[in-house]
């Protein structure tokens, strides 16, 4: 493999959800709230809206308060340890790793200060930056253009099995990072990438 193109959500980073804390912070069902999300997801991926600016919408429906910026103060990543410690080593070894991750500004700068990620990574490209959001081929195809990596050497890892899936399609190889029931994510990621 010539390039590794690494998610952050769910492989890198957890704790990354926040449609719970919201609906919960605000006395908004849960259900609502996430089918509403849902609608606007990749509006705020791709960069369209805000995360304000969706926020403002909810606050208008449910009259609650306008001025907040709940997916952005409610978002409280941690890394994944074991998965840095990883990318440490390929970069030792050389490899080309970068990001690929769909994600708005606010989750960004909060990611990349408890991560610091834009130091870790060769390059990070980010869907809200790109204006191309997983799991459509104009995101994997930007991110082969910009590394000028043919797909079928580029290895993409993510946690949601519809994007290693979209990746593979484009021609790229795909690691669907979750724990089977015989190997743990981070040891099959371990025995791949090293």
């Not at 492989?11 to 926040?18: A, H, M, R, S």
């Not at 069902?29 to 809206?49: P, T």
């Not at 190997?183 to 099959?188: H, N, Q």
């Amino acid at each position: 493999m010539k390039l590794y193109v690494f998610d952050l959500g769910g492989v890198c980073v957890f704790n990354f959800q926040t449609i719970g804390k919201i609906a919960r912070m605000y006395n908004l069902d849960e259900k609502f709230l996430l089918n509403d999300y849902l609608q606007h997801d990749m509006q705020l991926m791709d960069g369209s809206i805000t995360t304000k600016e969706w926020w403002l919408h909810i606050a208008e429906q449910c009259n609650v308060d306008k001025n907040a910026d709940p997916v952005a103060d409610l978002f409280t990543p941690c890394v994944n340890e074991p998965v840095l410690k990883i990318i440490k080593e390929m970069k030792v070894q050389g490899k080309r790793v970068v990001c690929g991750s769909n994600t708005c500004d606010p989750h960004w700068n909060k990611m990349n200060a408890c991560g610091q990620f834009s130091d870790l990574f060769d390059a990070c490209y980010l869907s809200q930056q790109i204006h191309a959001a997983k799991p459509h081929a104009a995101f994997f195809e930007y991110i082969l253009k910009a590394e000028n990596v043919a797909a079928q050497d580029a290895l993409f890892i993510d946690d949601t099995e519809a994007n290693v899936a979209a990746a593979k399609k484009c021609g790229m190889h795909g690691l669907h990072f979750h724990d089977e029931f015989a190997w743990a994510a981070v040891d099959k990621l371990r025995s791949i990438v090293l």
